[in-house]
């Protein structure tokens, strides 16, 4: 029996993802994300799927989240329940690490393809004065649609915001964004 705790910020969709091999999933999504990229997948059997929508927009929030959750299941769950963590981020390999020697079974899965357009954005802005860059996300949001092709297609617009955050390129805060790099 296995149990899925997916960082959908970091992933972006769902669609390399086999759902139908997890007895539970959970969810985790950022602030600003509204909606779910299931893709065209078809499932033939109900699927046992937790979302947990975070309200606040903060570098590594959801990650936070996931992390205790992560504790809160360990504590909850039979041995036999296998935890795998669905993220490109190798911050979770330490915790990971640790359930392990308590006895879970707990590895991490990486989906494929989610950085490359964000290296090519990180390169774009980068040759961009930070005074000139866009300073407000919804500014930010649409150089990225821009920059990425990807007009229409809000969830990979996300998915390349959130990687630009992840990967300490910028934060977001009530006040707007910040280019640390």
């Not at 959908?8 to 990229?37: C, H, M, P, T």
């Not at 993220?87 to 990486?110: E, M, V, W, Y």
């Not at 617009?157 to 280019?179: C, R, W």
């Amino acid at each position: 029996m296995k149990w899925a705790f997916i960082d959908y910020e970091n992933v972006g969709n769902l669609r390399d993802i086999s759902l139908s091999e997890y007895e539970r999933i959970i969810i985790f999504l950022g602030a600003q994300q509204k909606k779910l990229d299931f893709a065209e997948t078809k499932y033939d059997k109900p699927i046992n799927l937790v979302v947990i929508q975070l309200k606040a927009t903060q570098a590594n929030n959801l990650d936070f989240h996931l992390a205790y959750y992560l504790g809160k299941f360990d504590a909850e769950a039979g041995r036999s329940v296998a935890f795998e963590v669905v993220s490109n981020d190798a911050g979770f390999s330490p915790l990971i690490a640790h359930i392990k020697t308590l006895g879970r079974s707990c590895k991490q899965l990486r989906v494929a393809g989610t950085s490359s357009g964000t290296q090519t954005l990180m390169k774009n802005l980068s040759s961009i004065p930070k005074a000139k860059r866009p300073q407000k996300v919804a500014s930010l949001r649409n150089h990225i649609a821009a920059q990425l092709k990807l007009k229409g297609n809000e969830v990979a617009i996300q998915n390349a915001l959130n990687q630009l955050v992840t990967q300490k390129f910028l934060q977001i805060s009530d006040s707007g964004l910040e280019y640390l790099a």
